[in-house]
């Protein structure tokens, strides 16, 4: 499958209508949900209602070759109100890690408890993070131990999570936790926690800078009991898996580090929701900027004013394209070698908090007051440079990615070519093409228009 900006007609028509329920459902309630902080519940039922909050959505999403569906789904959703988006888009999260971790069997018995139906809509969260371990997950301390011997004994699970979006809200909690605290952040499994399970606590719900209509919350484990059933992959899996990671620490081999790669995979998603931020603020803000007249005329007359946002437009284009290359590998199943995931969550998050500033301050006042909603834009970005790994953690990995490809070319440079052996023969730039067209210019005054208008669509370079 090579990578093609073109559109297909399905991703055409998922785009404009996402765009079409962002505009109409999410954007007139947006400043309303954030300045309350409250779960937008009744957009949730509209989302289901249309079709945008079920497993079976994202699994059409996944299922594009292309890759591009997810981020085009994303950035039109997120154009609408980010908090709000947050909320719809939680349980694919959740989703996500079940559908790496979980068989088959458990994903059938725990994707539709993640969403519901409409009517009946569910929730799911992803709890990883904690107090002293969002960055680096090797200092998780939540437990989890076998209540008894036996593969089928329950589990307990002790500890602190924060941060979690859904949290305790949640009918489906997607817990980290570590089995054996010997081998480290290898040494973690995941479990299914149900909402209302004894033990299980929201201590508290966040009160939050921005994305404010989305839920947040901090959690506390207290000898919450889960079946067995509950480990996602299964008692086999796990055991494999830390036999494993033993014999990976008993060889003292390099075993990857802090959240690191963990999310690299997911990370176009959450960057393709910055650029809905981003192109939010710029659109907004350079209408704002032709129709604001200071000392007789446009301010958009005024480079001080246009070239900052010439630049912010240049530079969210390339954050899309970092994007959609990003998710068009995860699709093609081309390995992140030089750190691709995070390459587009970087520039997306940080062009994201650079426009909706800049936006402010073409603004001016207007900008700095709830009037208008830029000032919520600006709140809203800059969660992008903190959670799914800090802009930080994100050149640490591309930084690890650099030193371990040593000089490795550009990924385009690597790829396997498409087109067959004639395609690269006669190819381009080629000796053959440049005697062919040299002799066709030479033979140009004496061959008849027709047949040298032939001849020149002849060797015409090829397509691909
Ligand atoms: C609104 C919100 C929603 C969230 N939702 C979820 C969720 O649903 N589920 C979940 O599990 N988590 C969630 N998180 C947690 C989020 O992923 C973490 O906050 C994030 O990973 C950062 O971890 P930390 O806050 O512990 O910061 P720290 O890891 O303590 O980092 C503090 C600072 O130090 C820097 N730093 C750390 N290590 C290094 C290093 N080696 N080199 C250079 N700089 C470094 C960081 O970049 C950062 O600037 C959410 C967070 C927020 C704010």
Known sequence: ?????????????????????????????????DQRQEFPWPVLEEAAIQGFYSPLFYRDLIGDPTGLSLPMF???????????????????????????AASPEQMLRWAPECFGTPGDLKLAALAISEPEGGSDVRNLRTYAVRSGPGAD???IINGHKMWIGNGGIANVHVVNAVVDKELGHKGQALFIVEGGTPGLEMVRKLDKLGCRASHTAELRFDSVRVPAENLLGGQDKLEHKLARAREVVAGAQNSGSATLGTFEQTRPMVAAQALGIARAALEYVTEYANRRIAFGAPIIDNQGIAFPLADLATQIDAARLLTWRASWMAASGVPFDRGEGSMSKLAASEVAVRTTEQAIQTMGGWGYVTDHPVEKWYRDAKLYTIFEGTSEIQRIVIAHALGAADGKPPLHVDLEPSGGPLNRWFGRGTPLRTRAAGAALSAKDHVPEPLMRLAMKALRPPRR
């Open 1 to 33: 499958m090579a990578f093609d900006l073109t559109p297909t007609a399905a991703q055409h028509d998922l785009a404009r209508r996402t765009h079409e329920f962002a505009e109409q459902i999410v954007r007139p309630v947006a400043a309303e949900y």
């Open 74 to 100: 994303m950035e039109e959703l997120f154009w609408g109100c980010a908090g709000i988006g947050l909320a719809i888009v939680m349980p694919a999260l959740a989703l996500s890690a079940i559908g790496q």
């Open 153 to 155: 004994a329950d589990w």
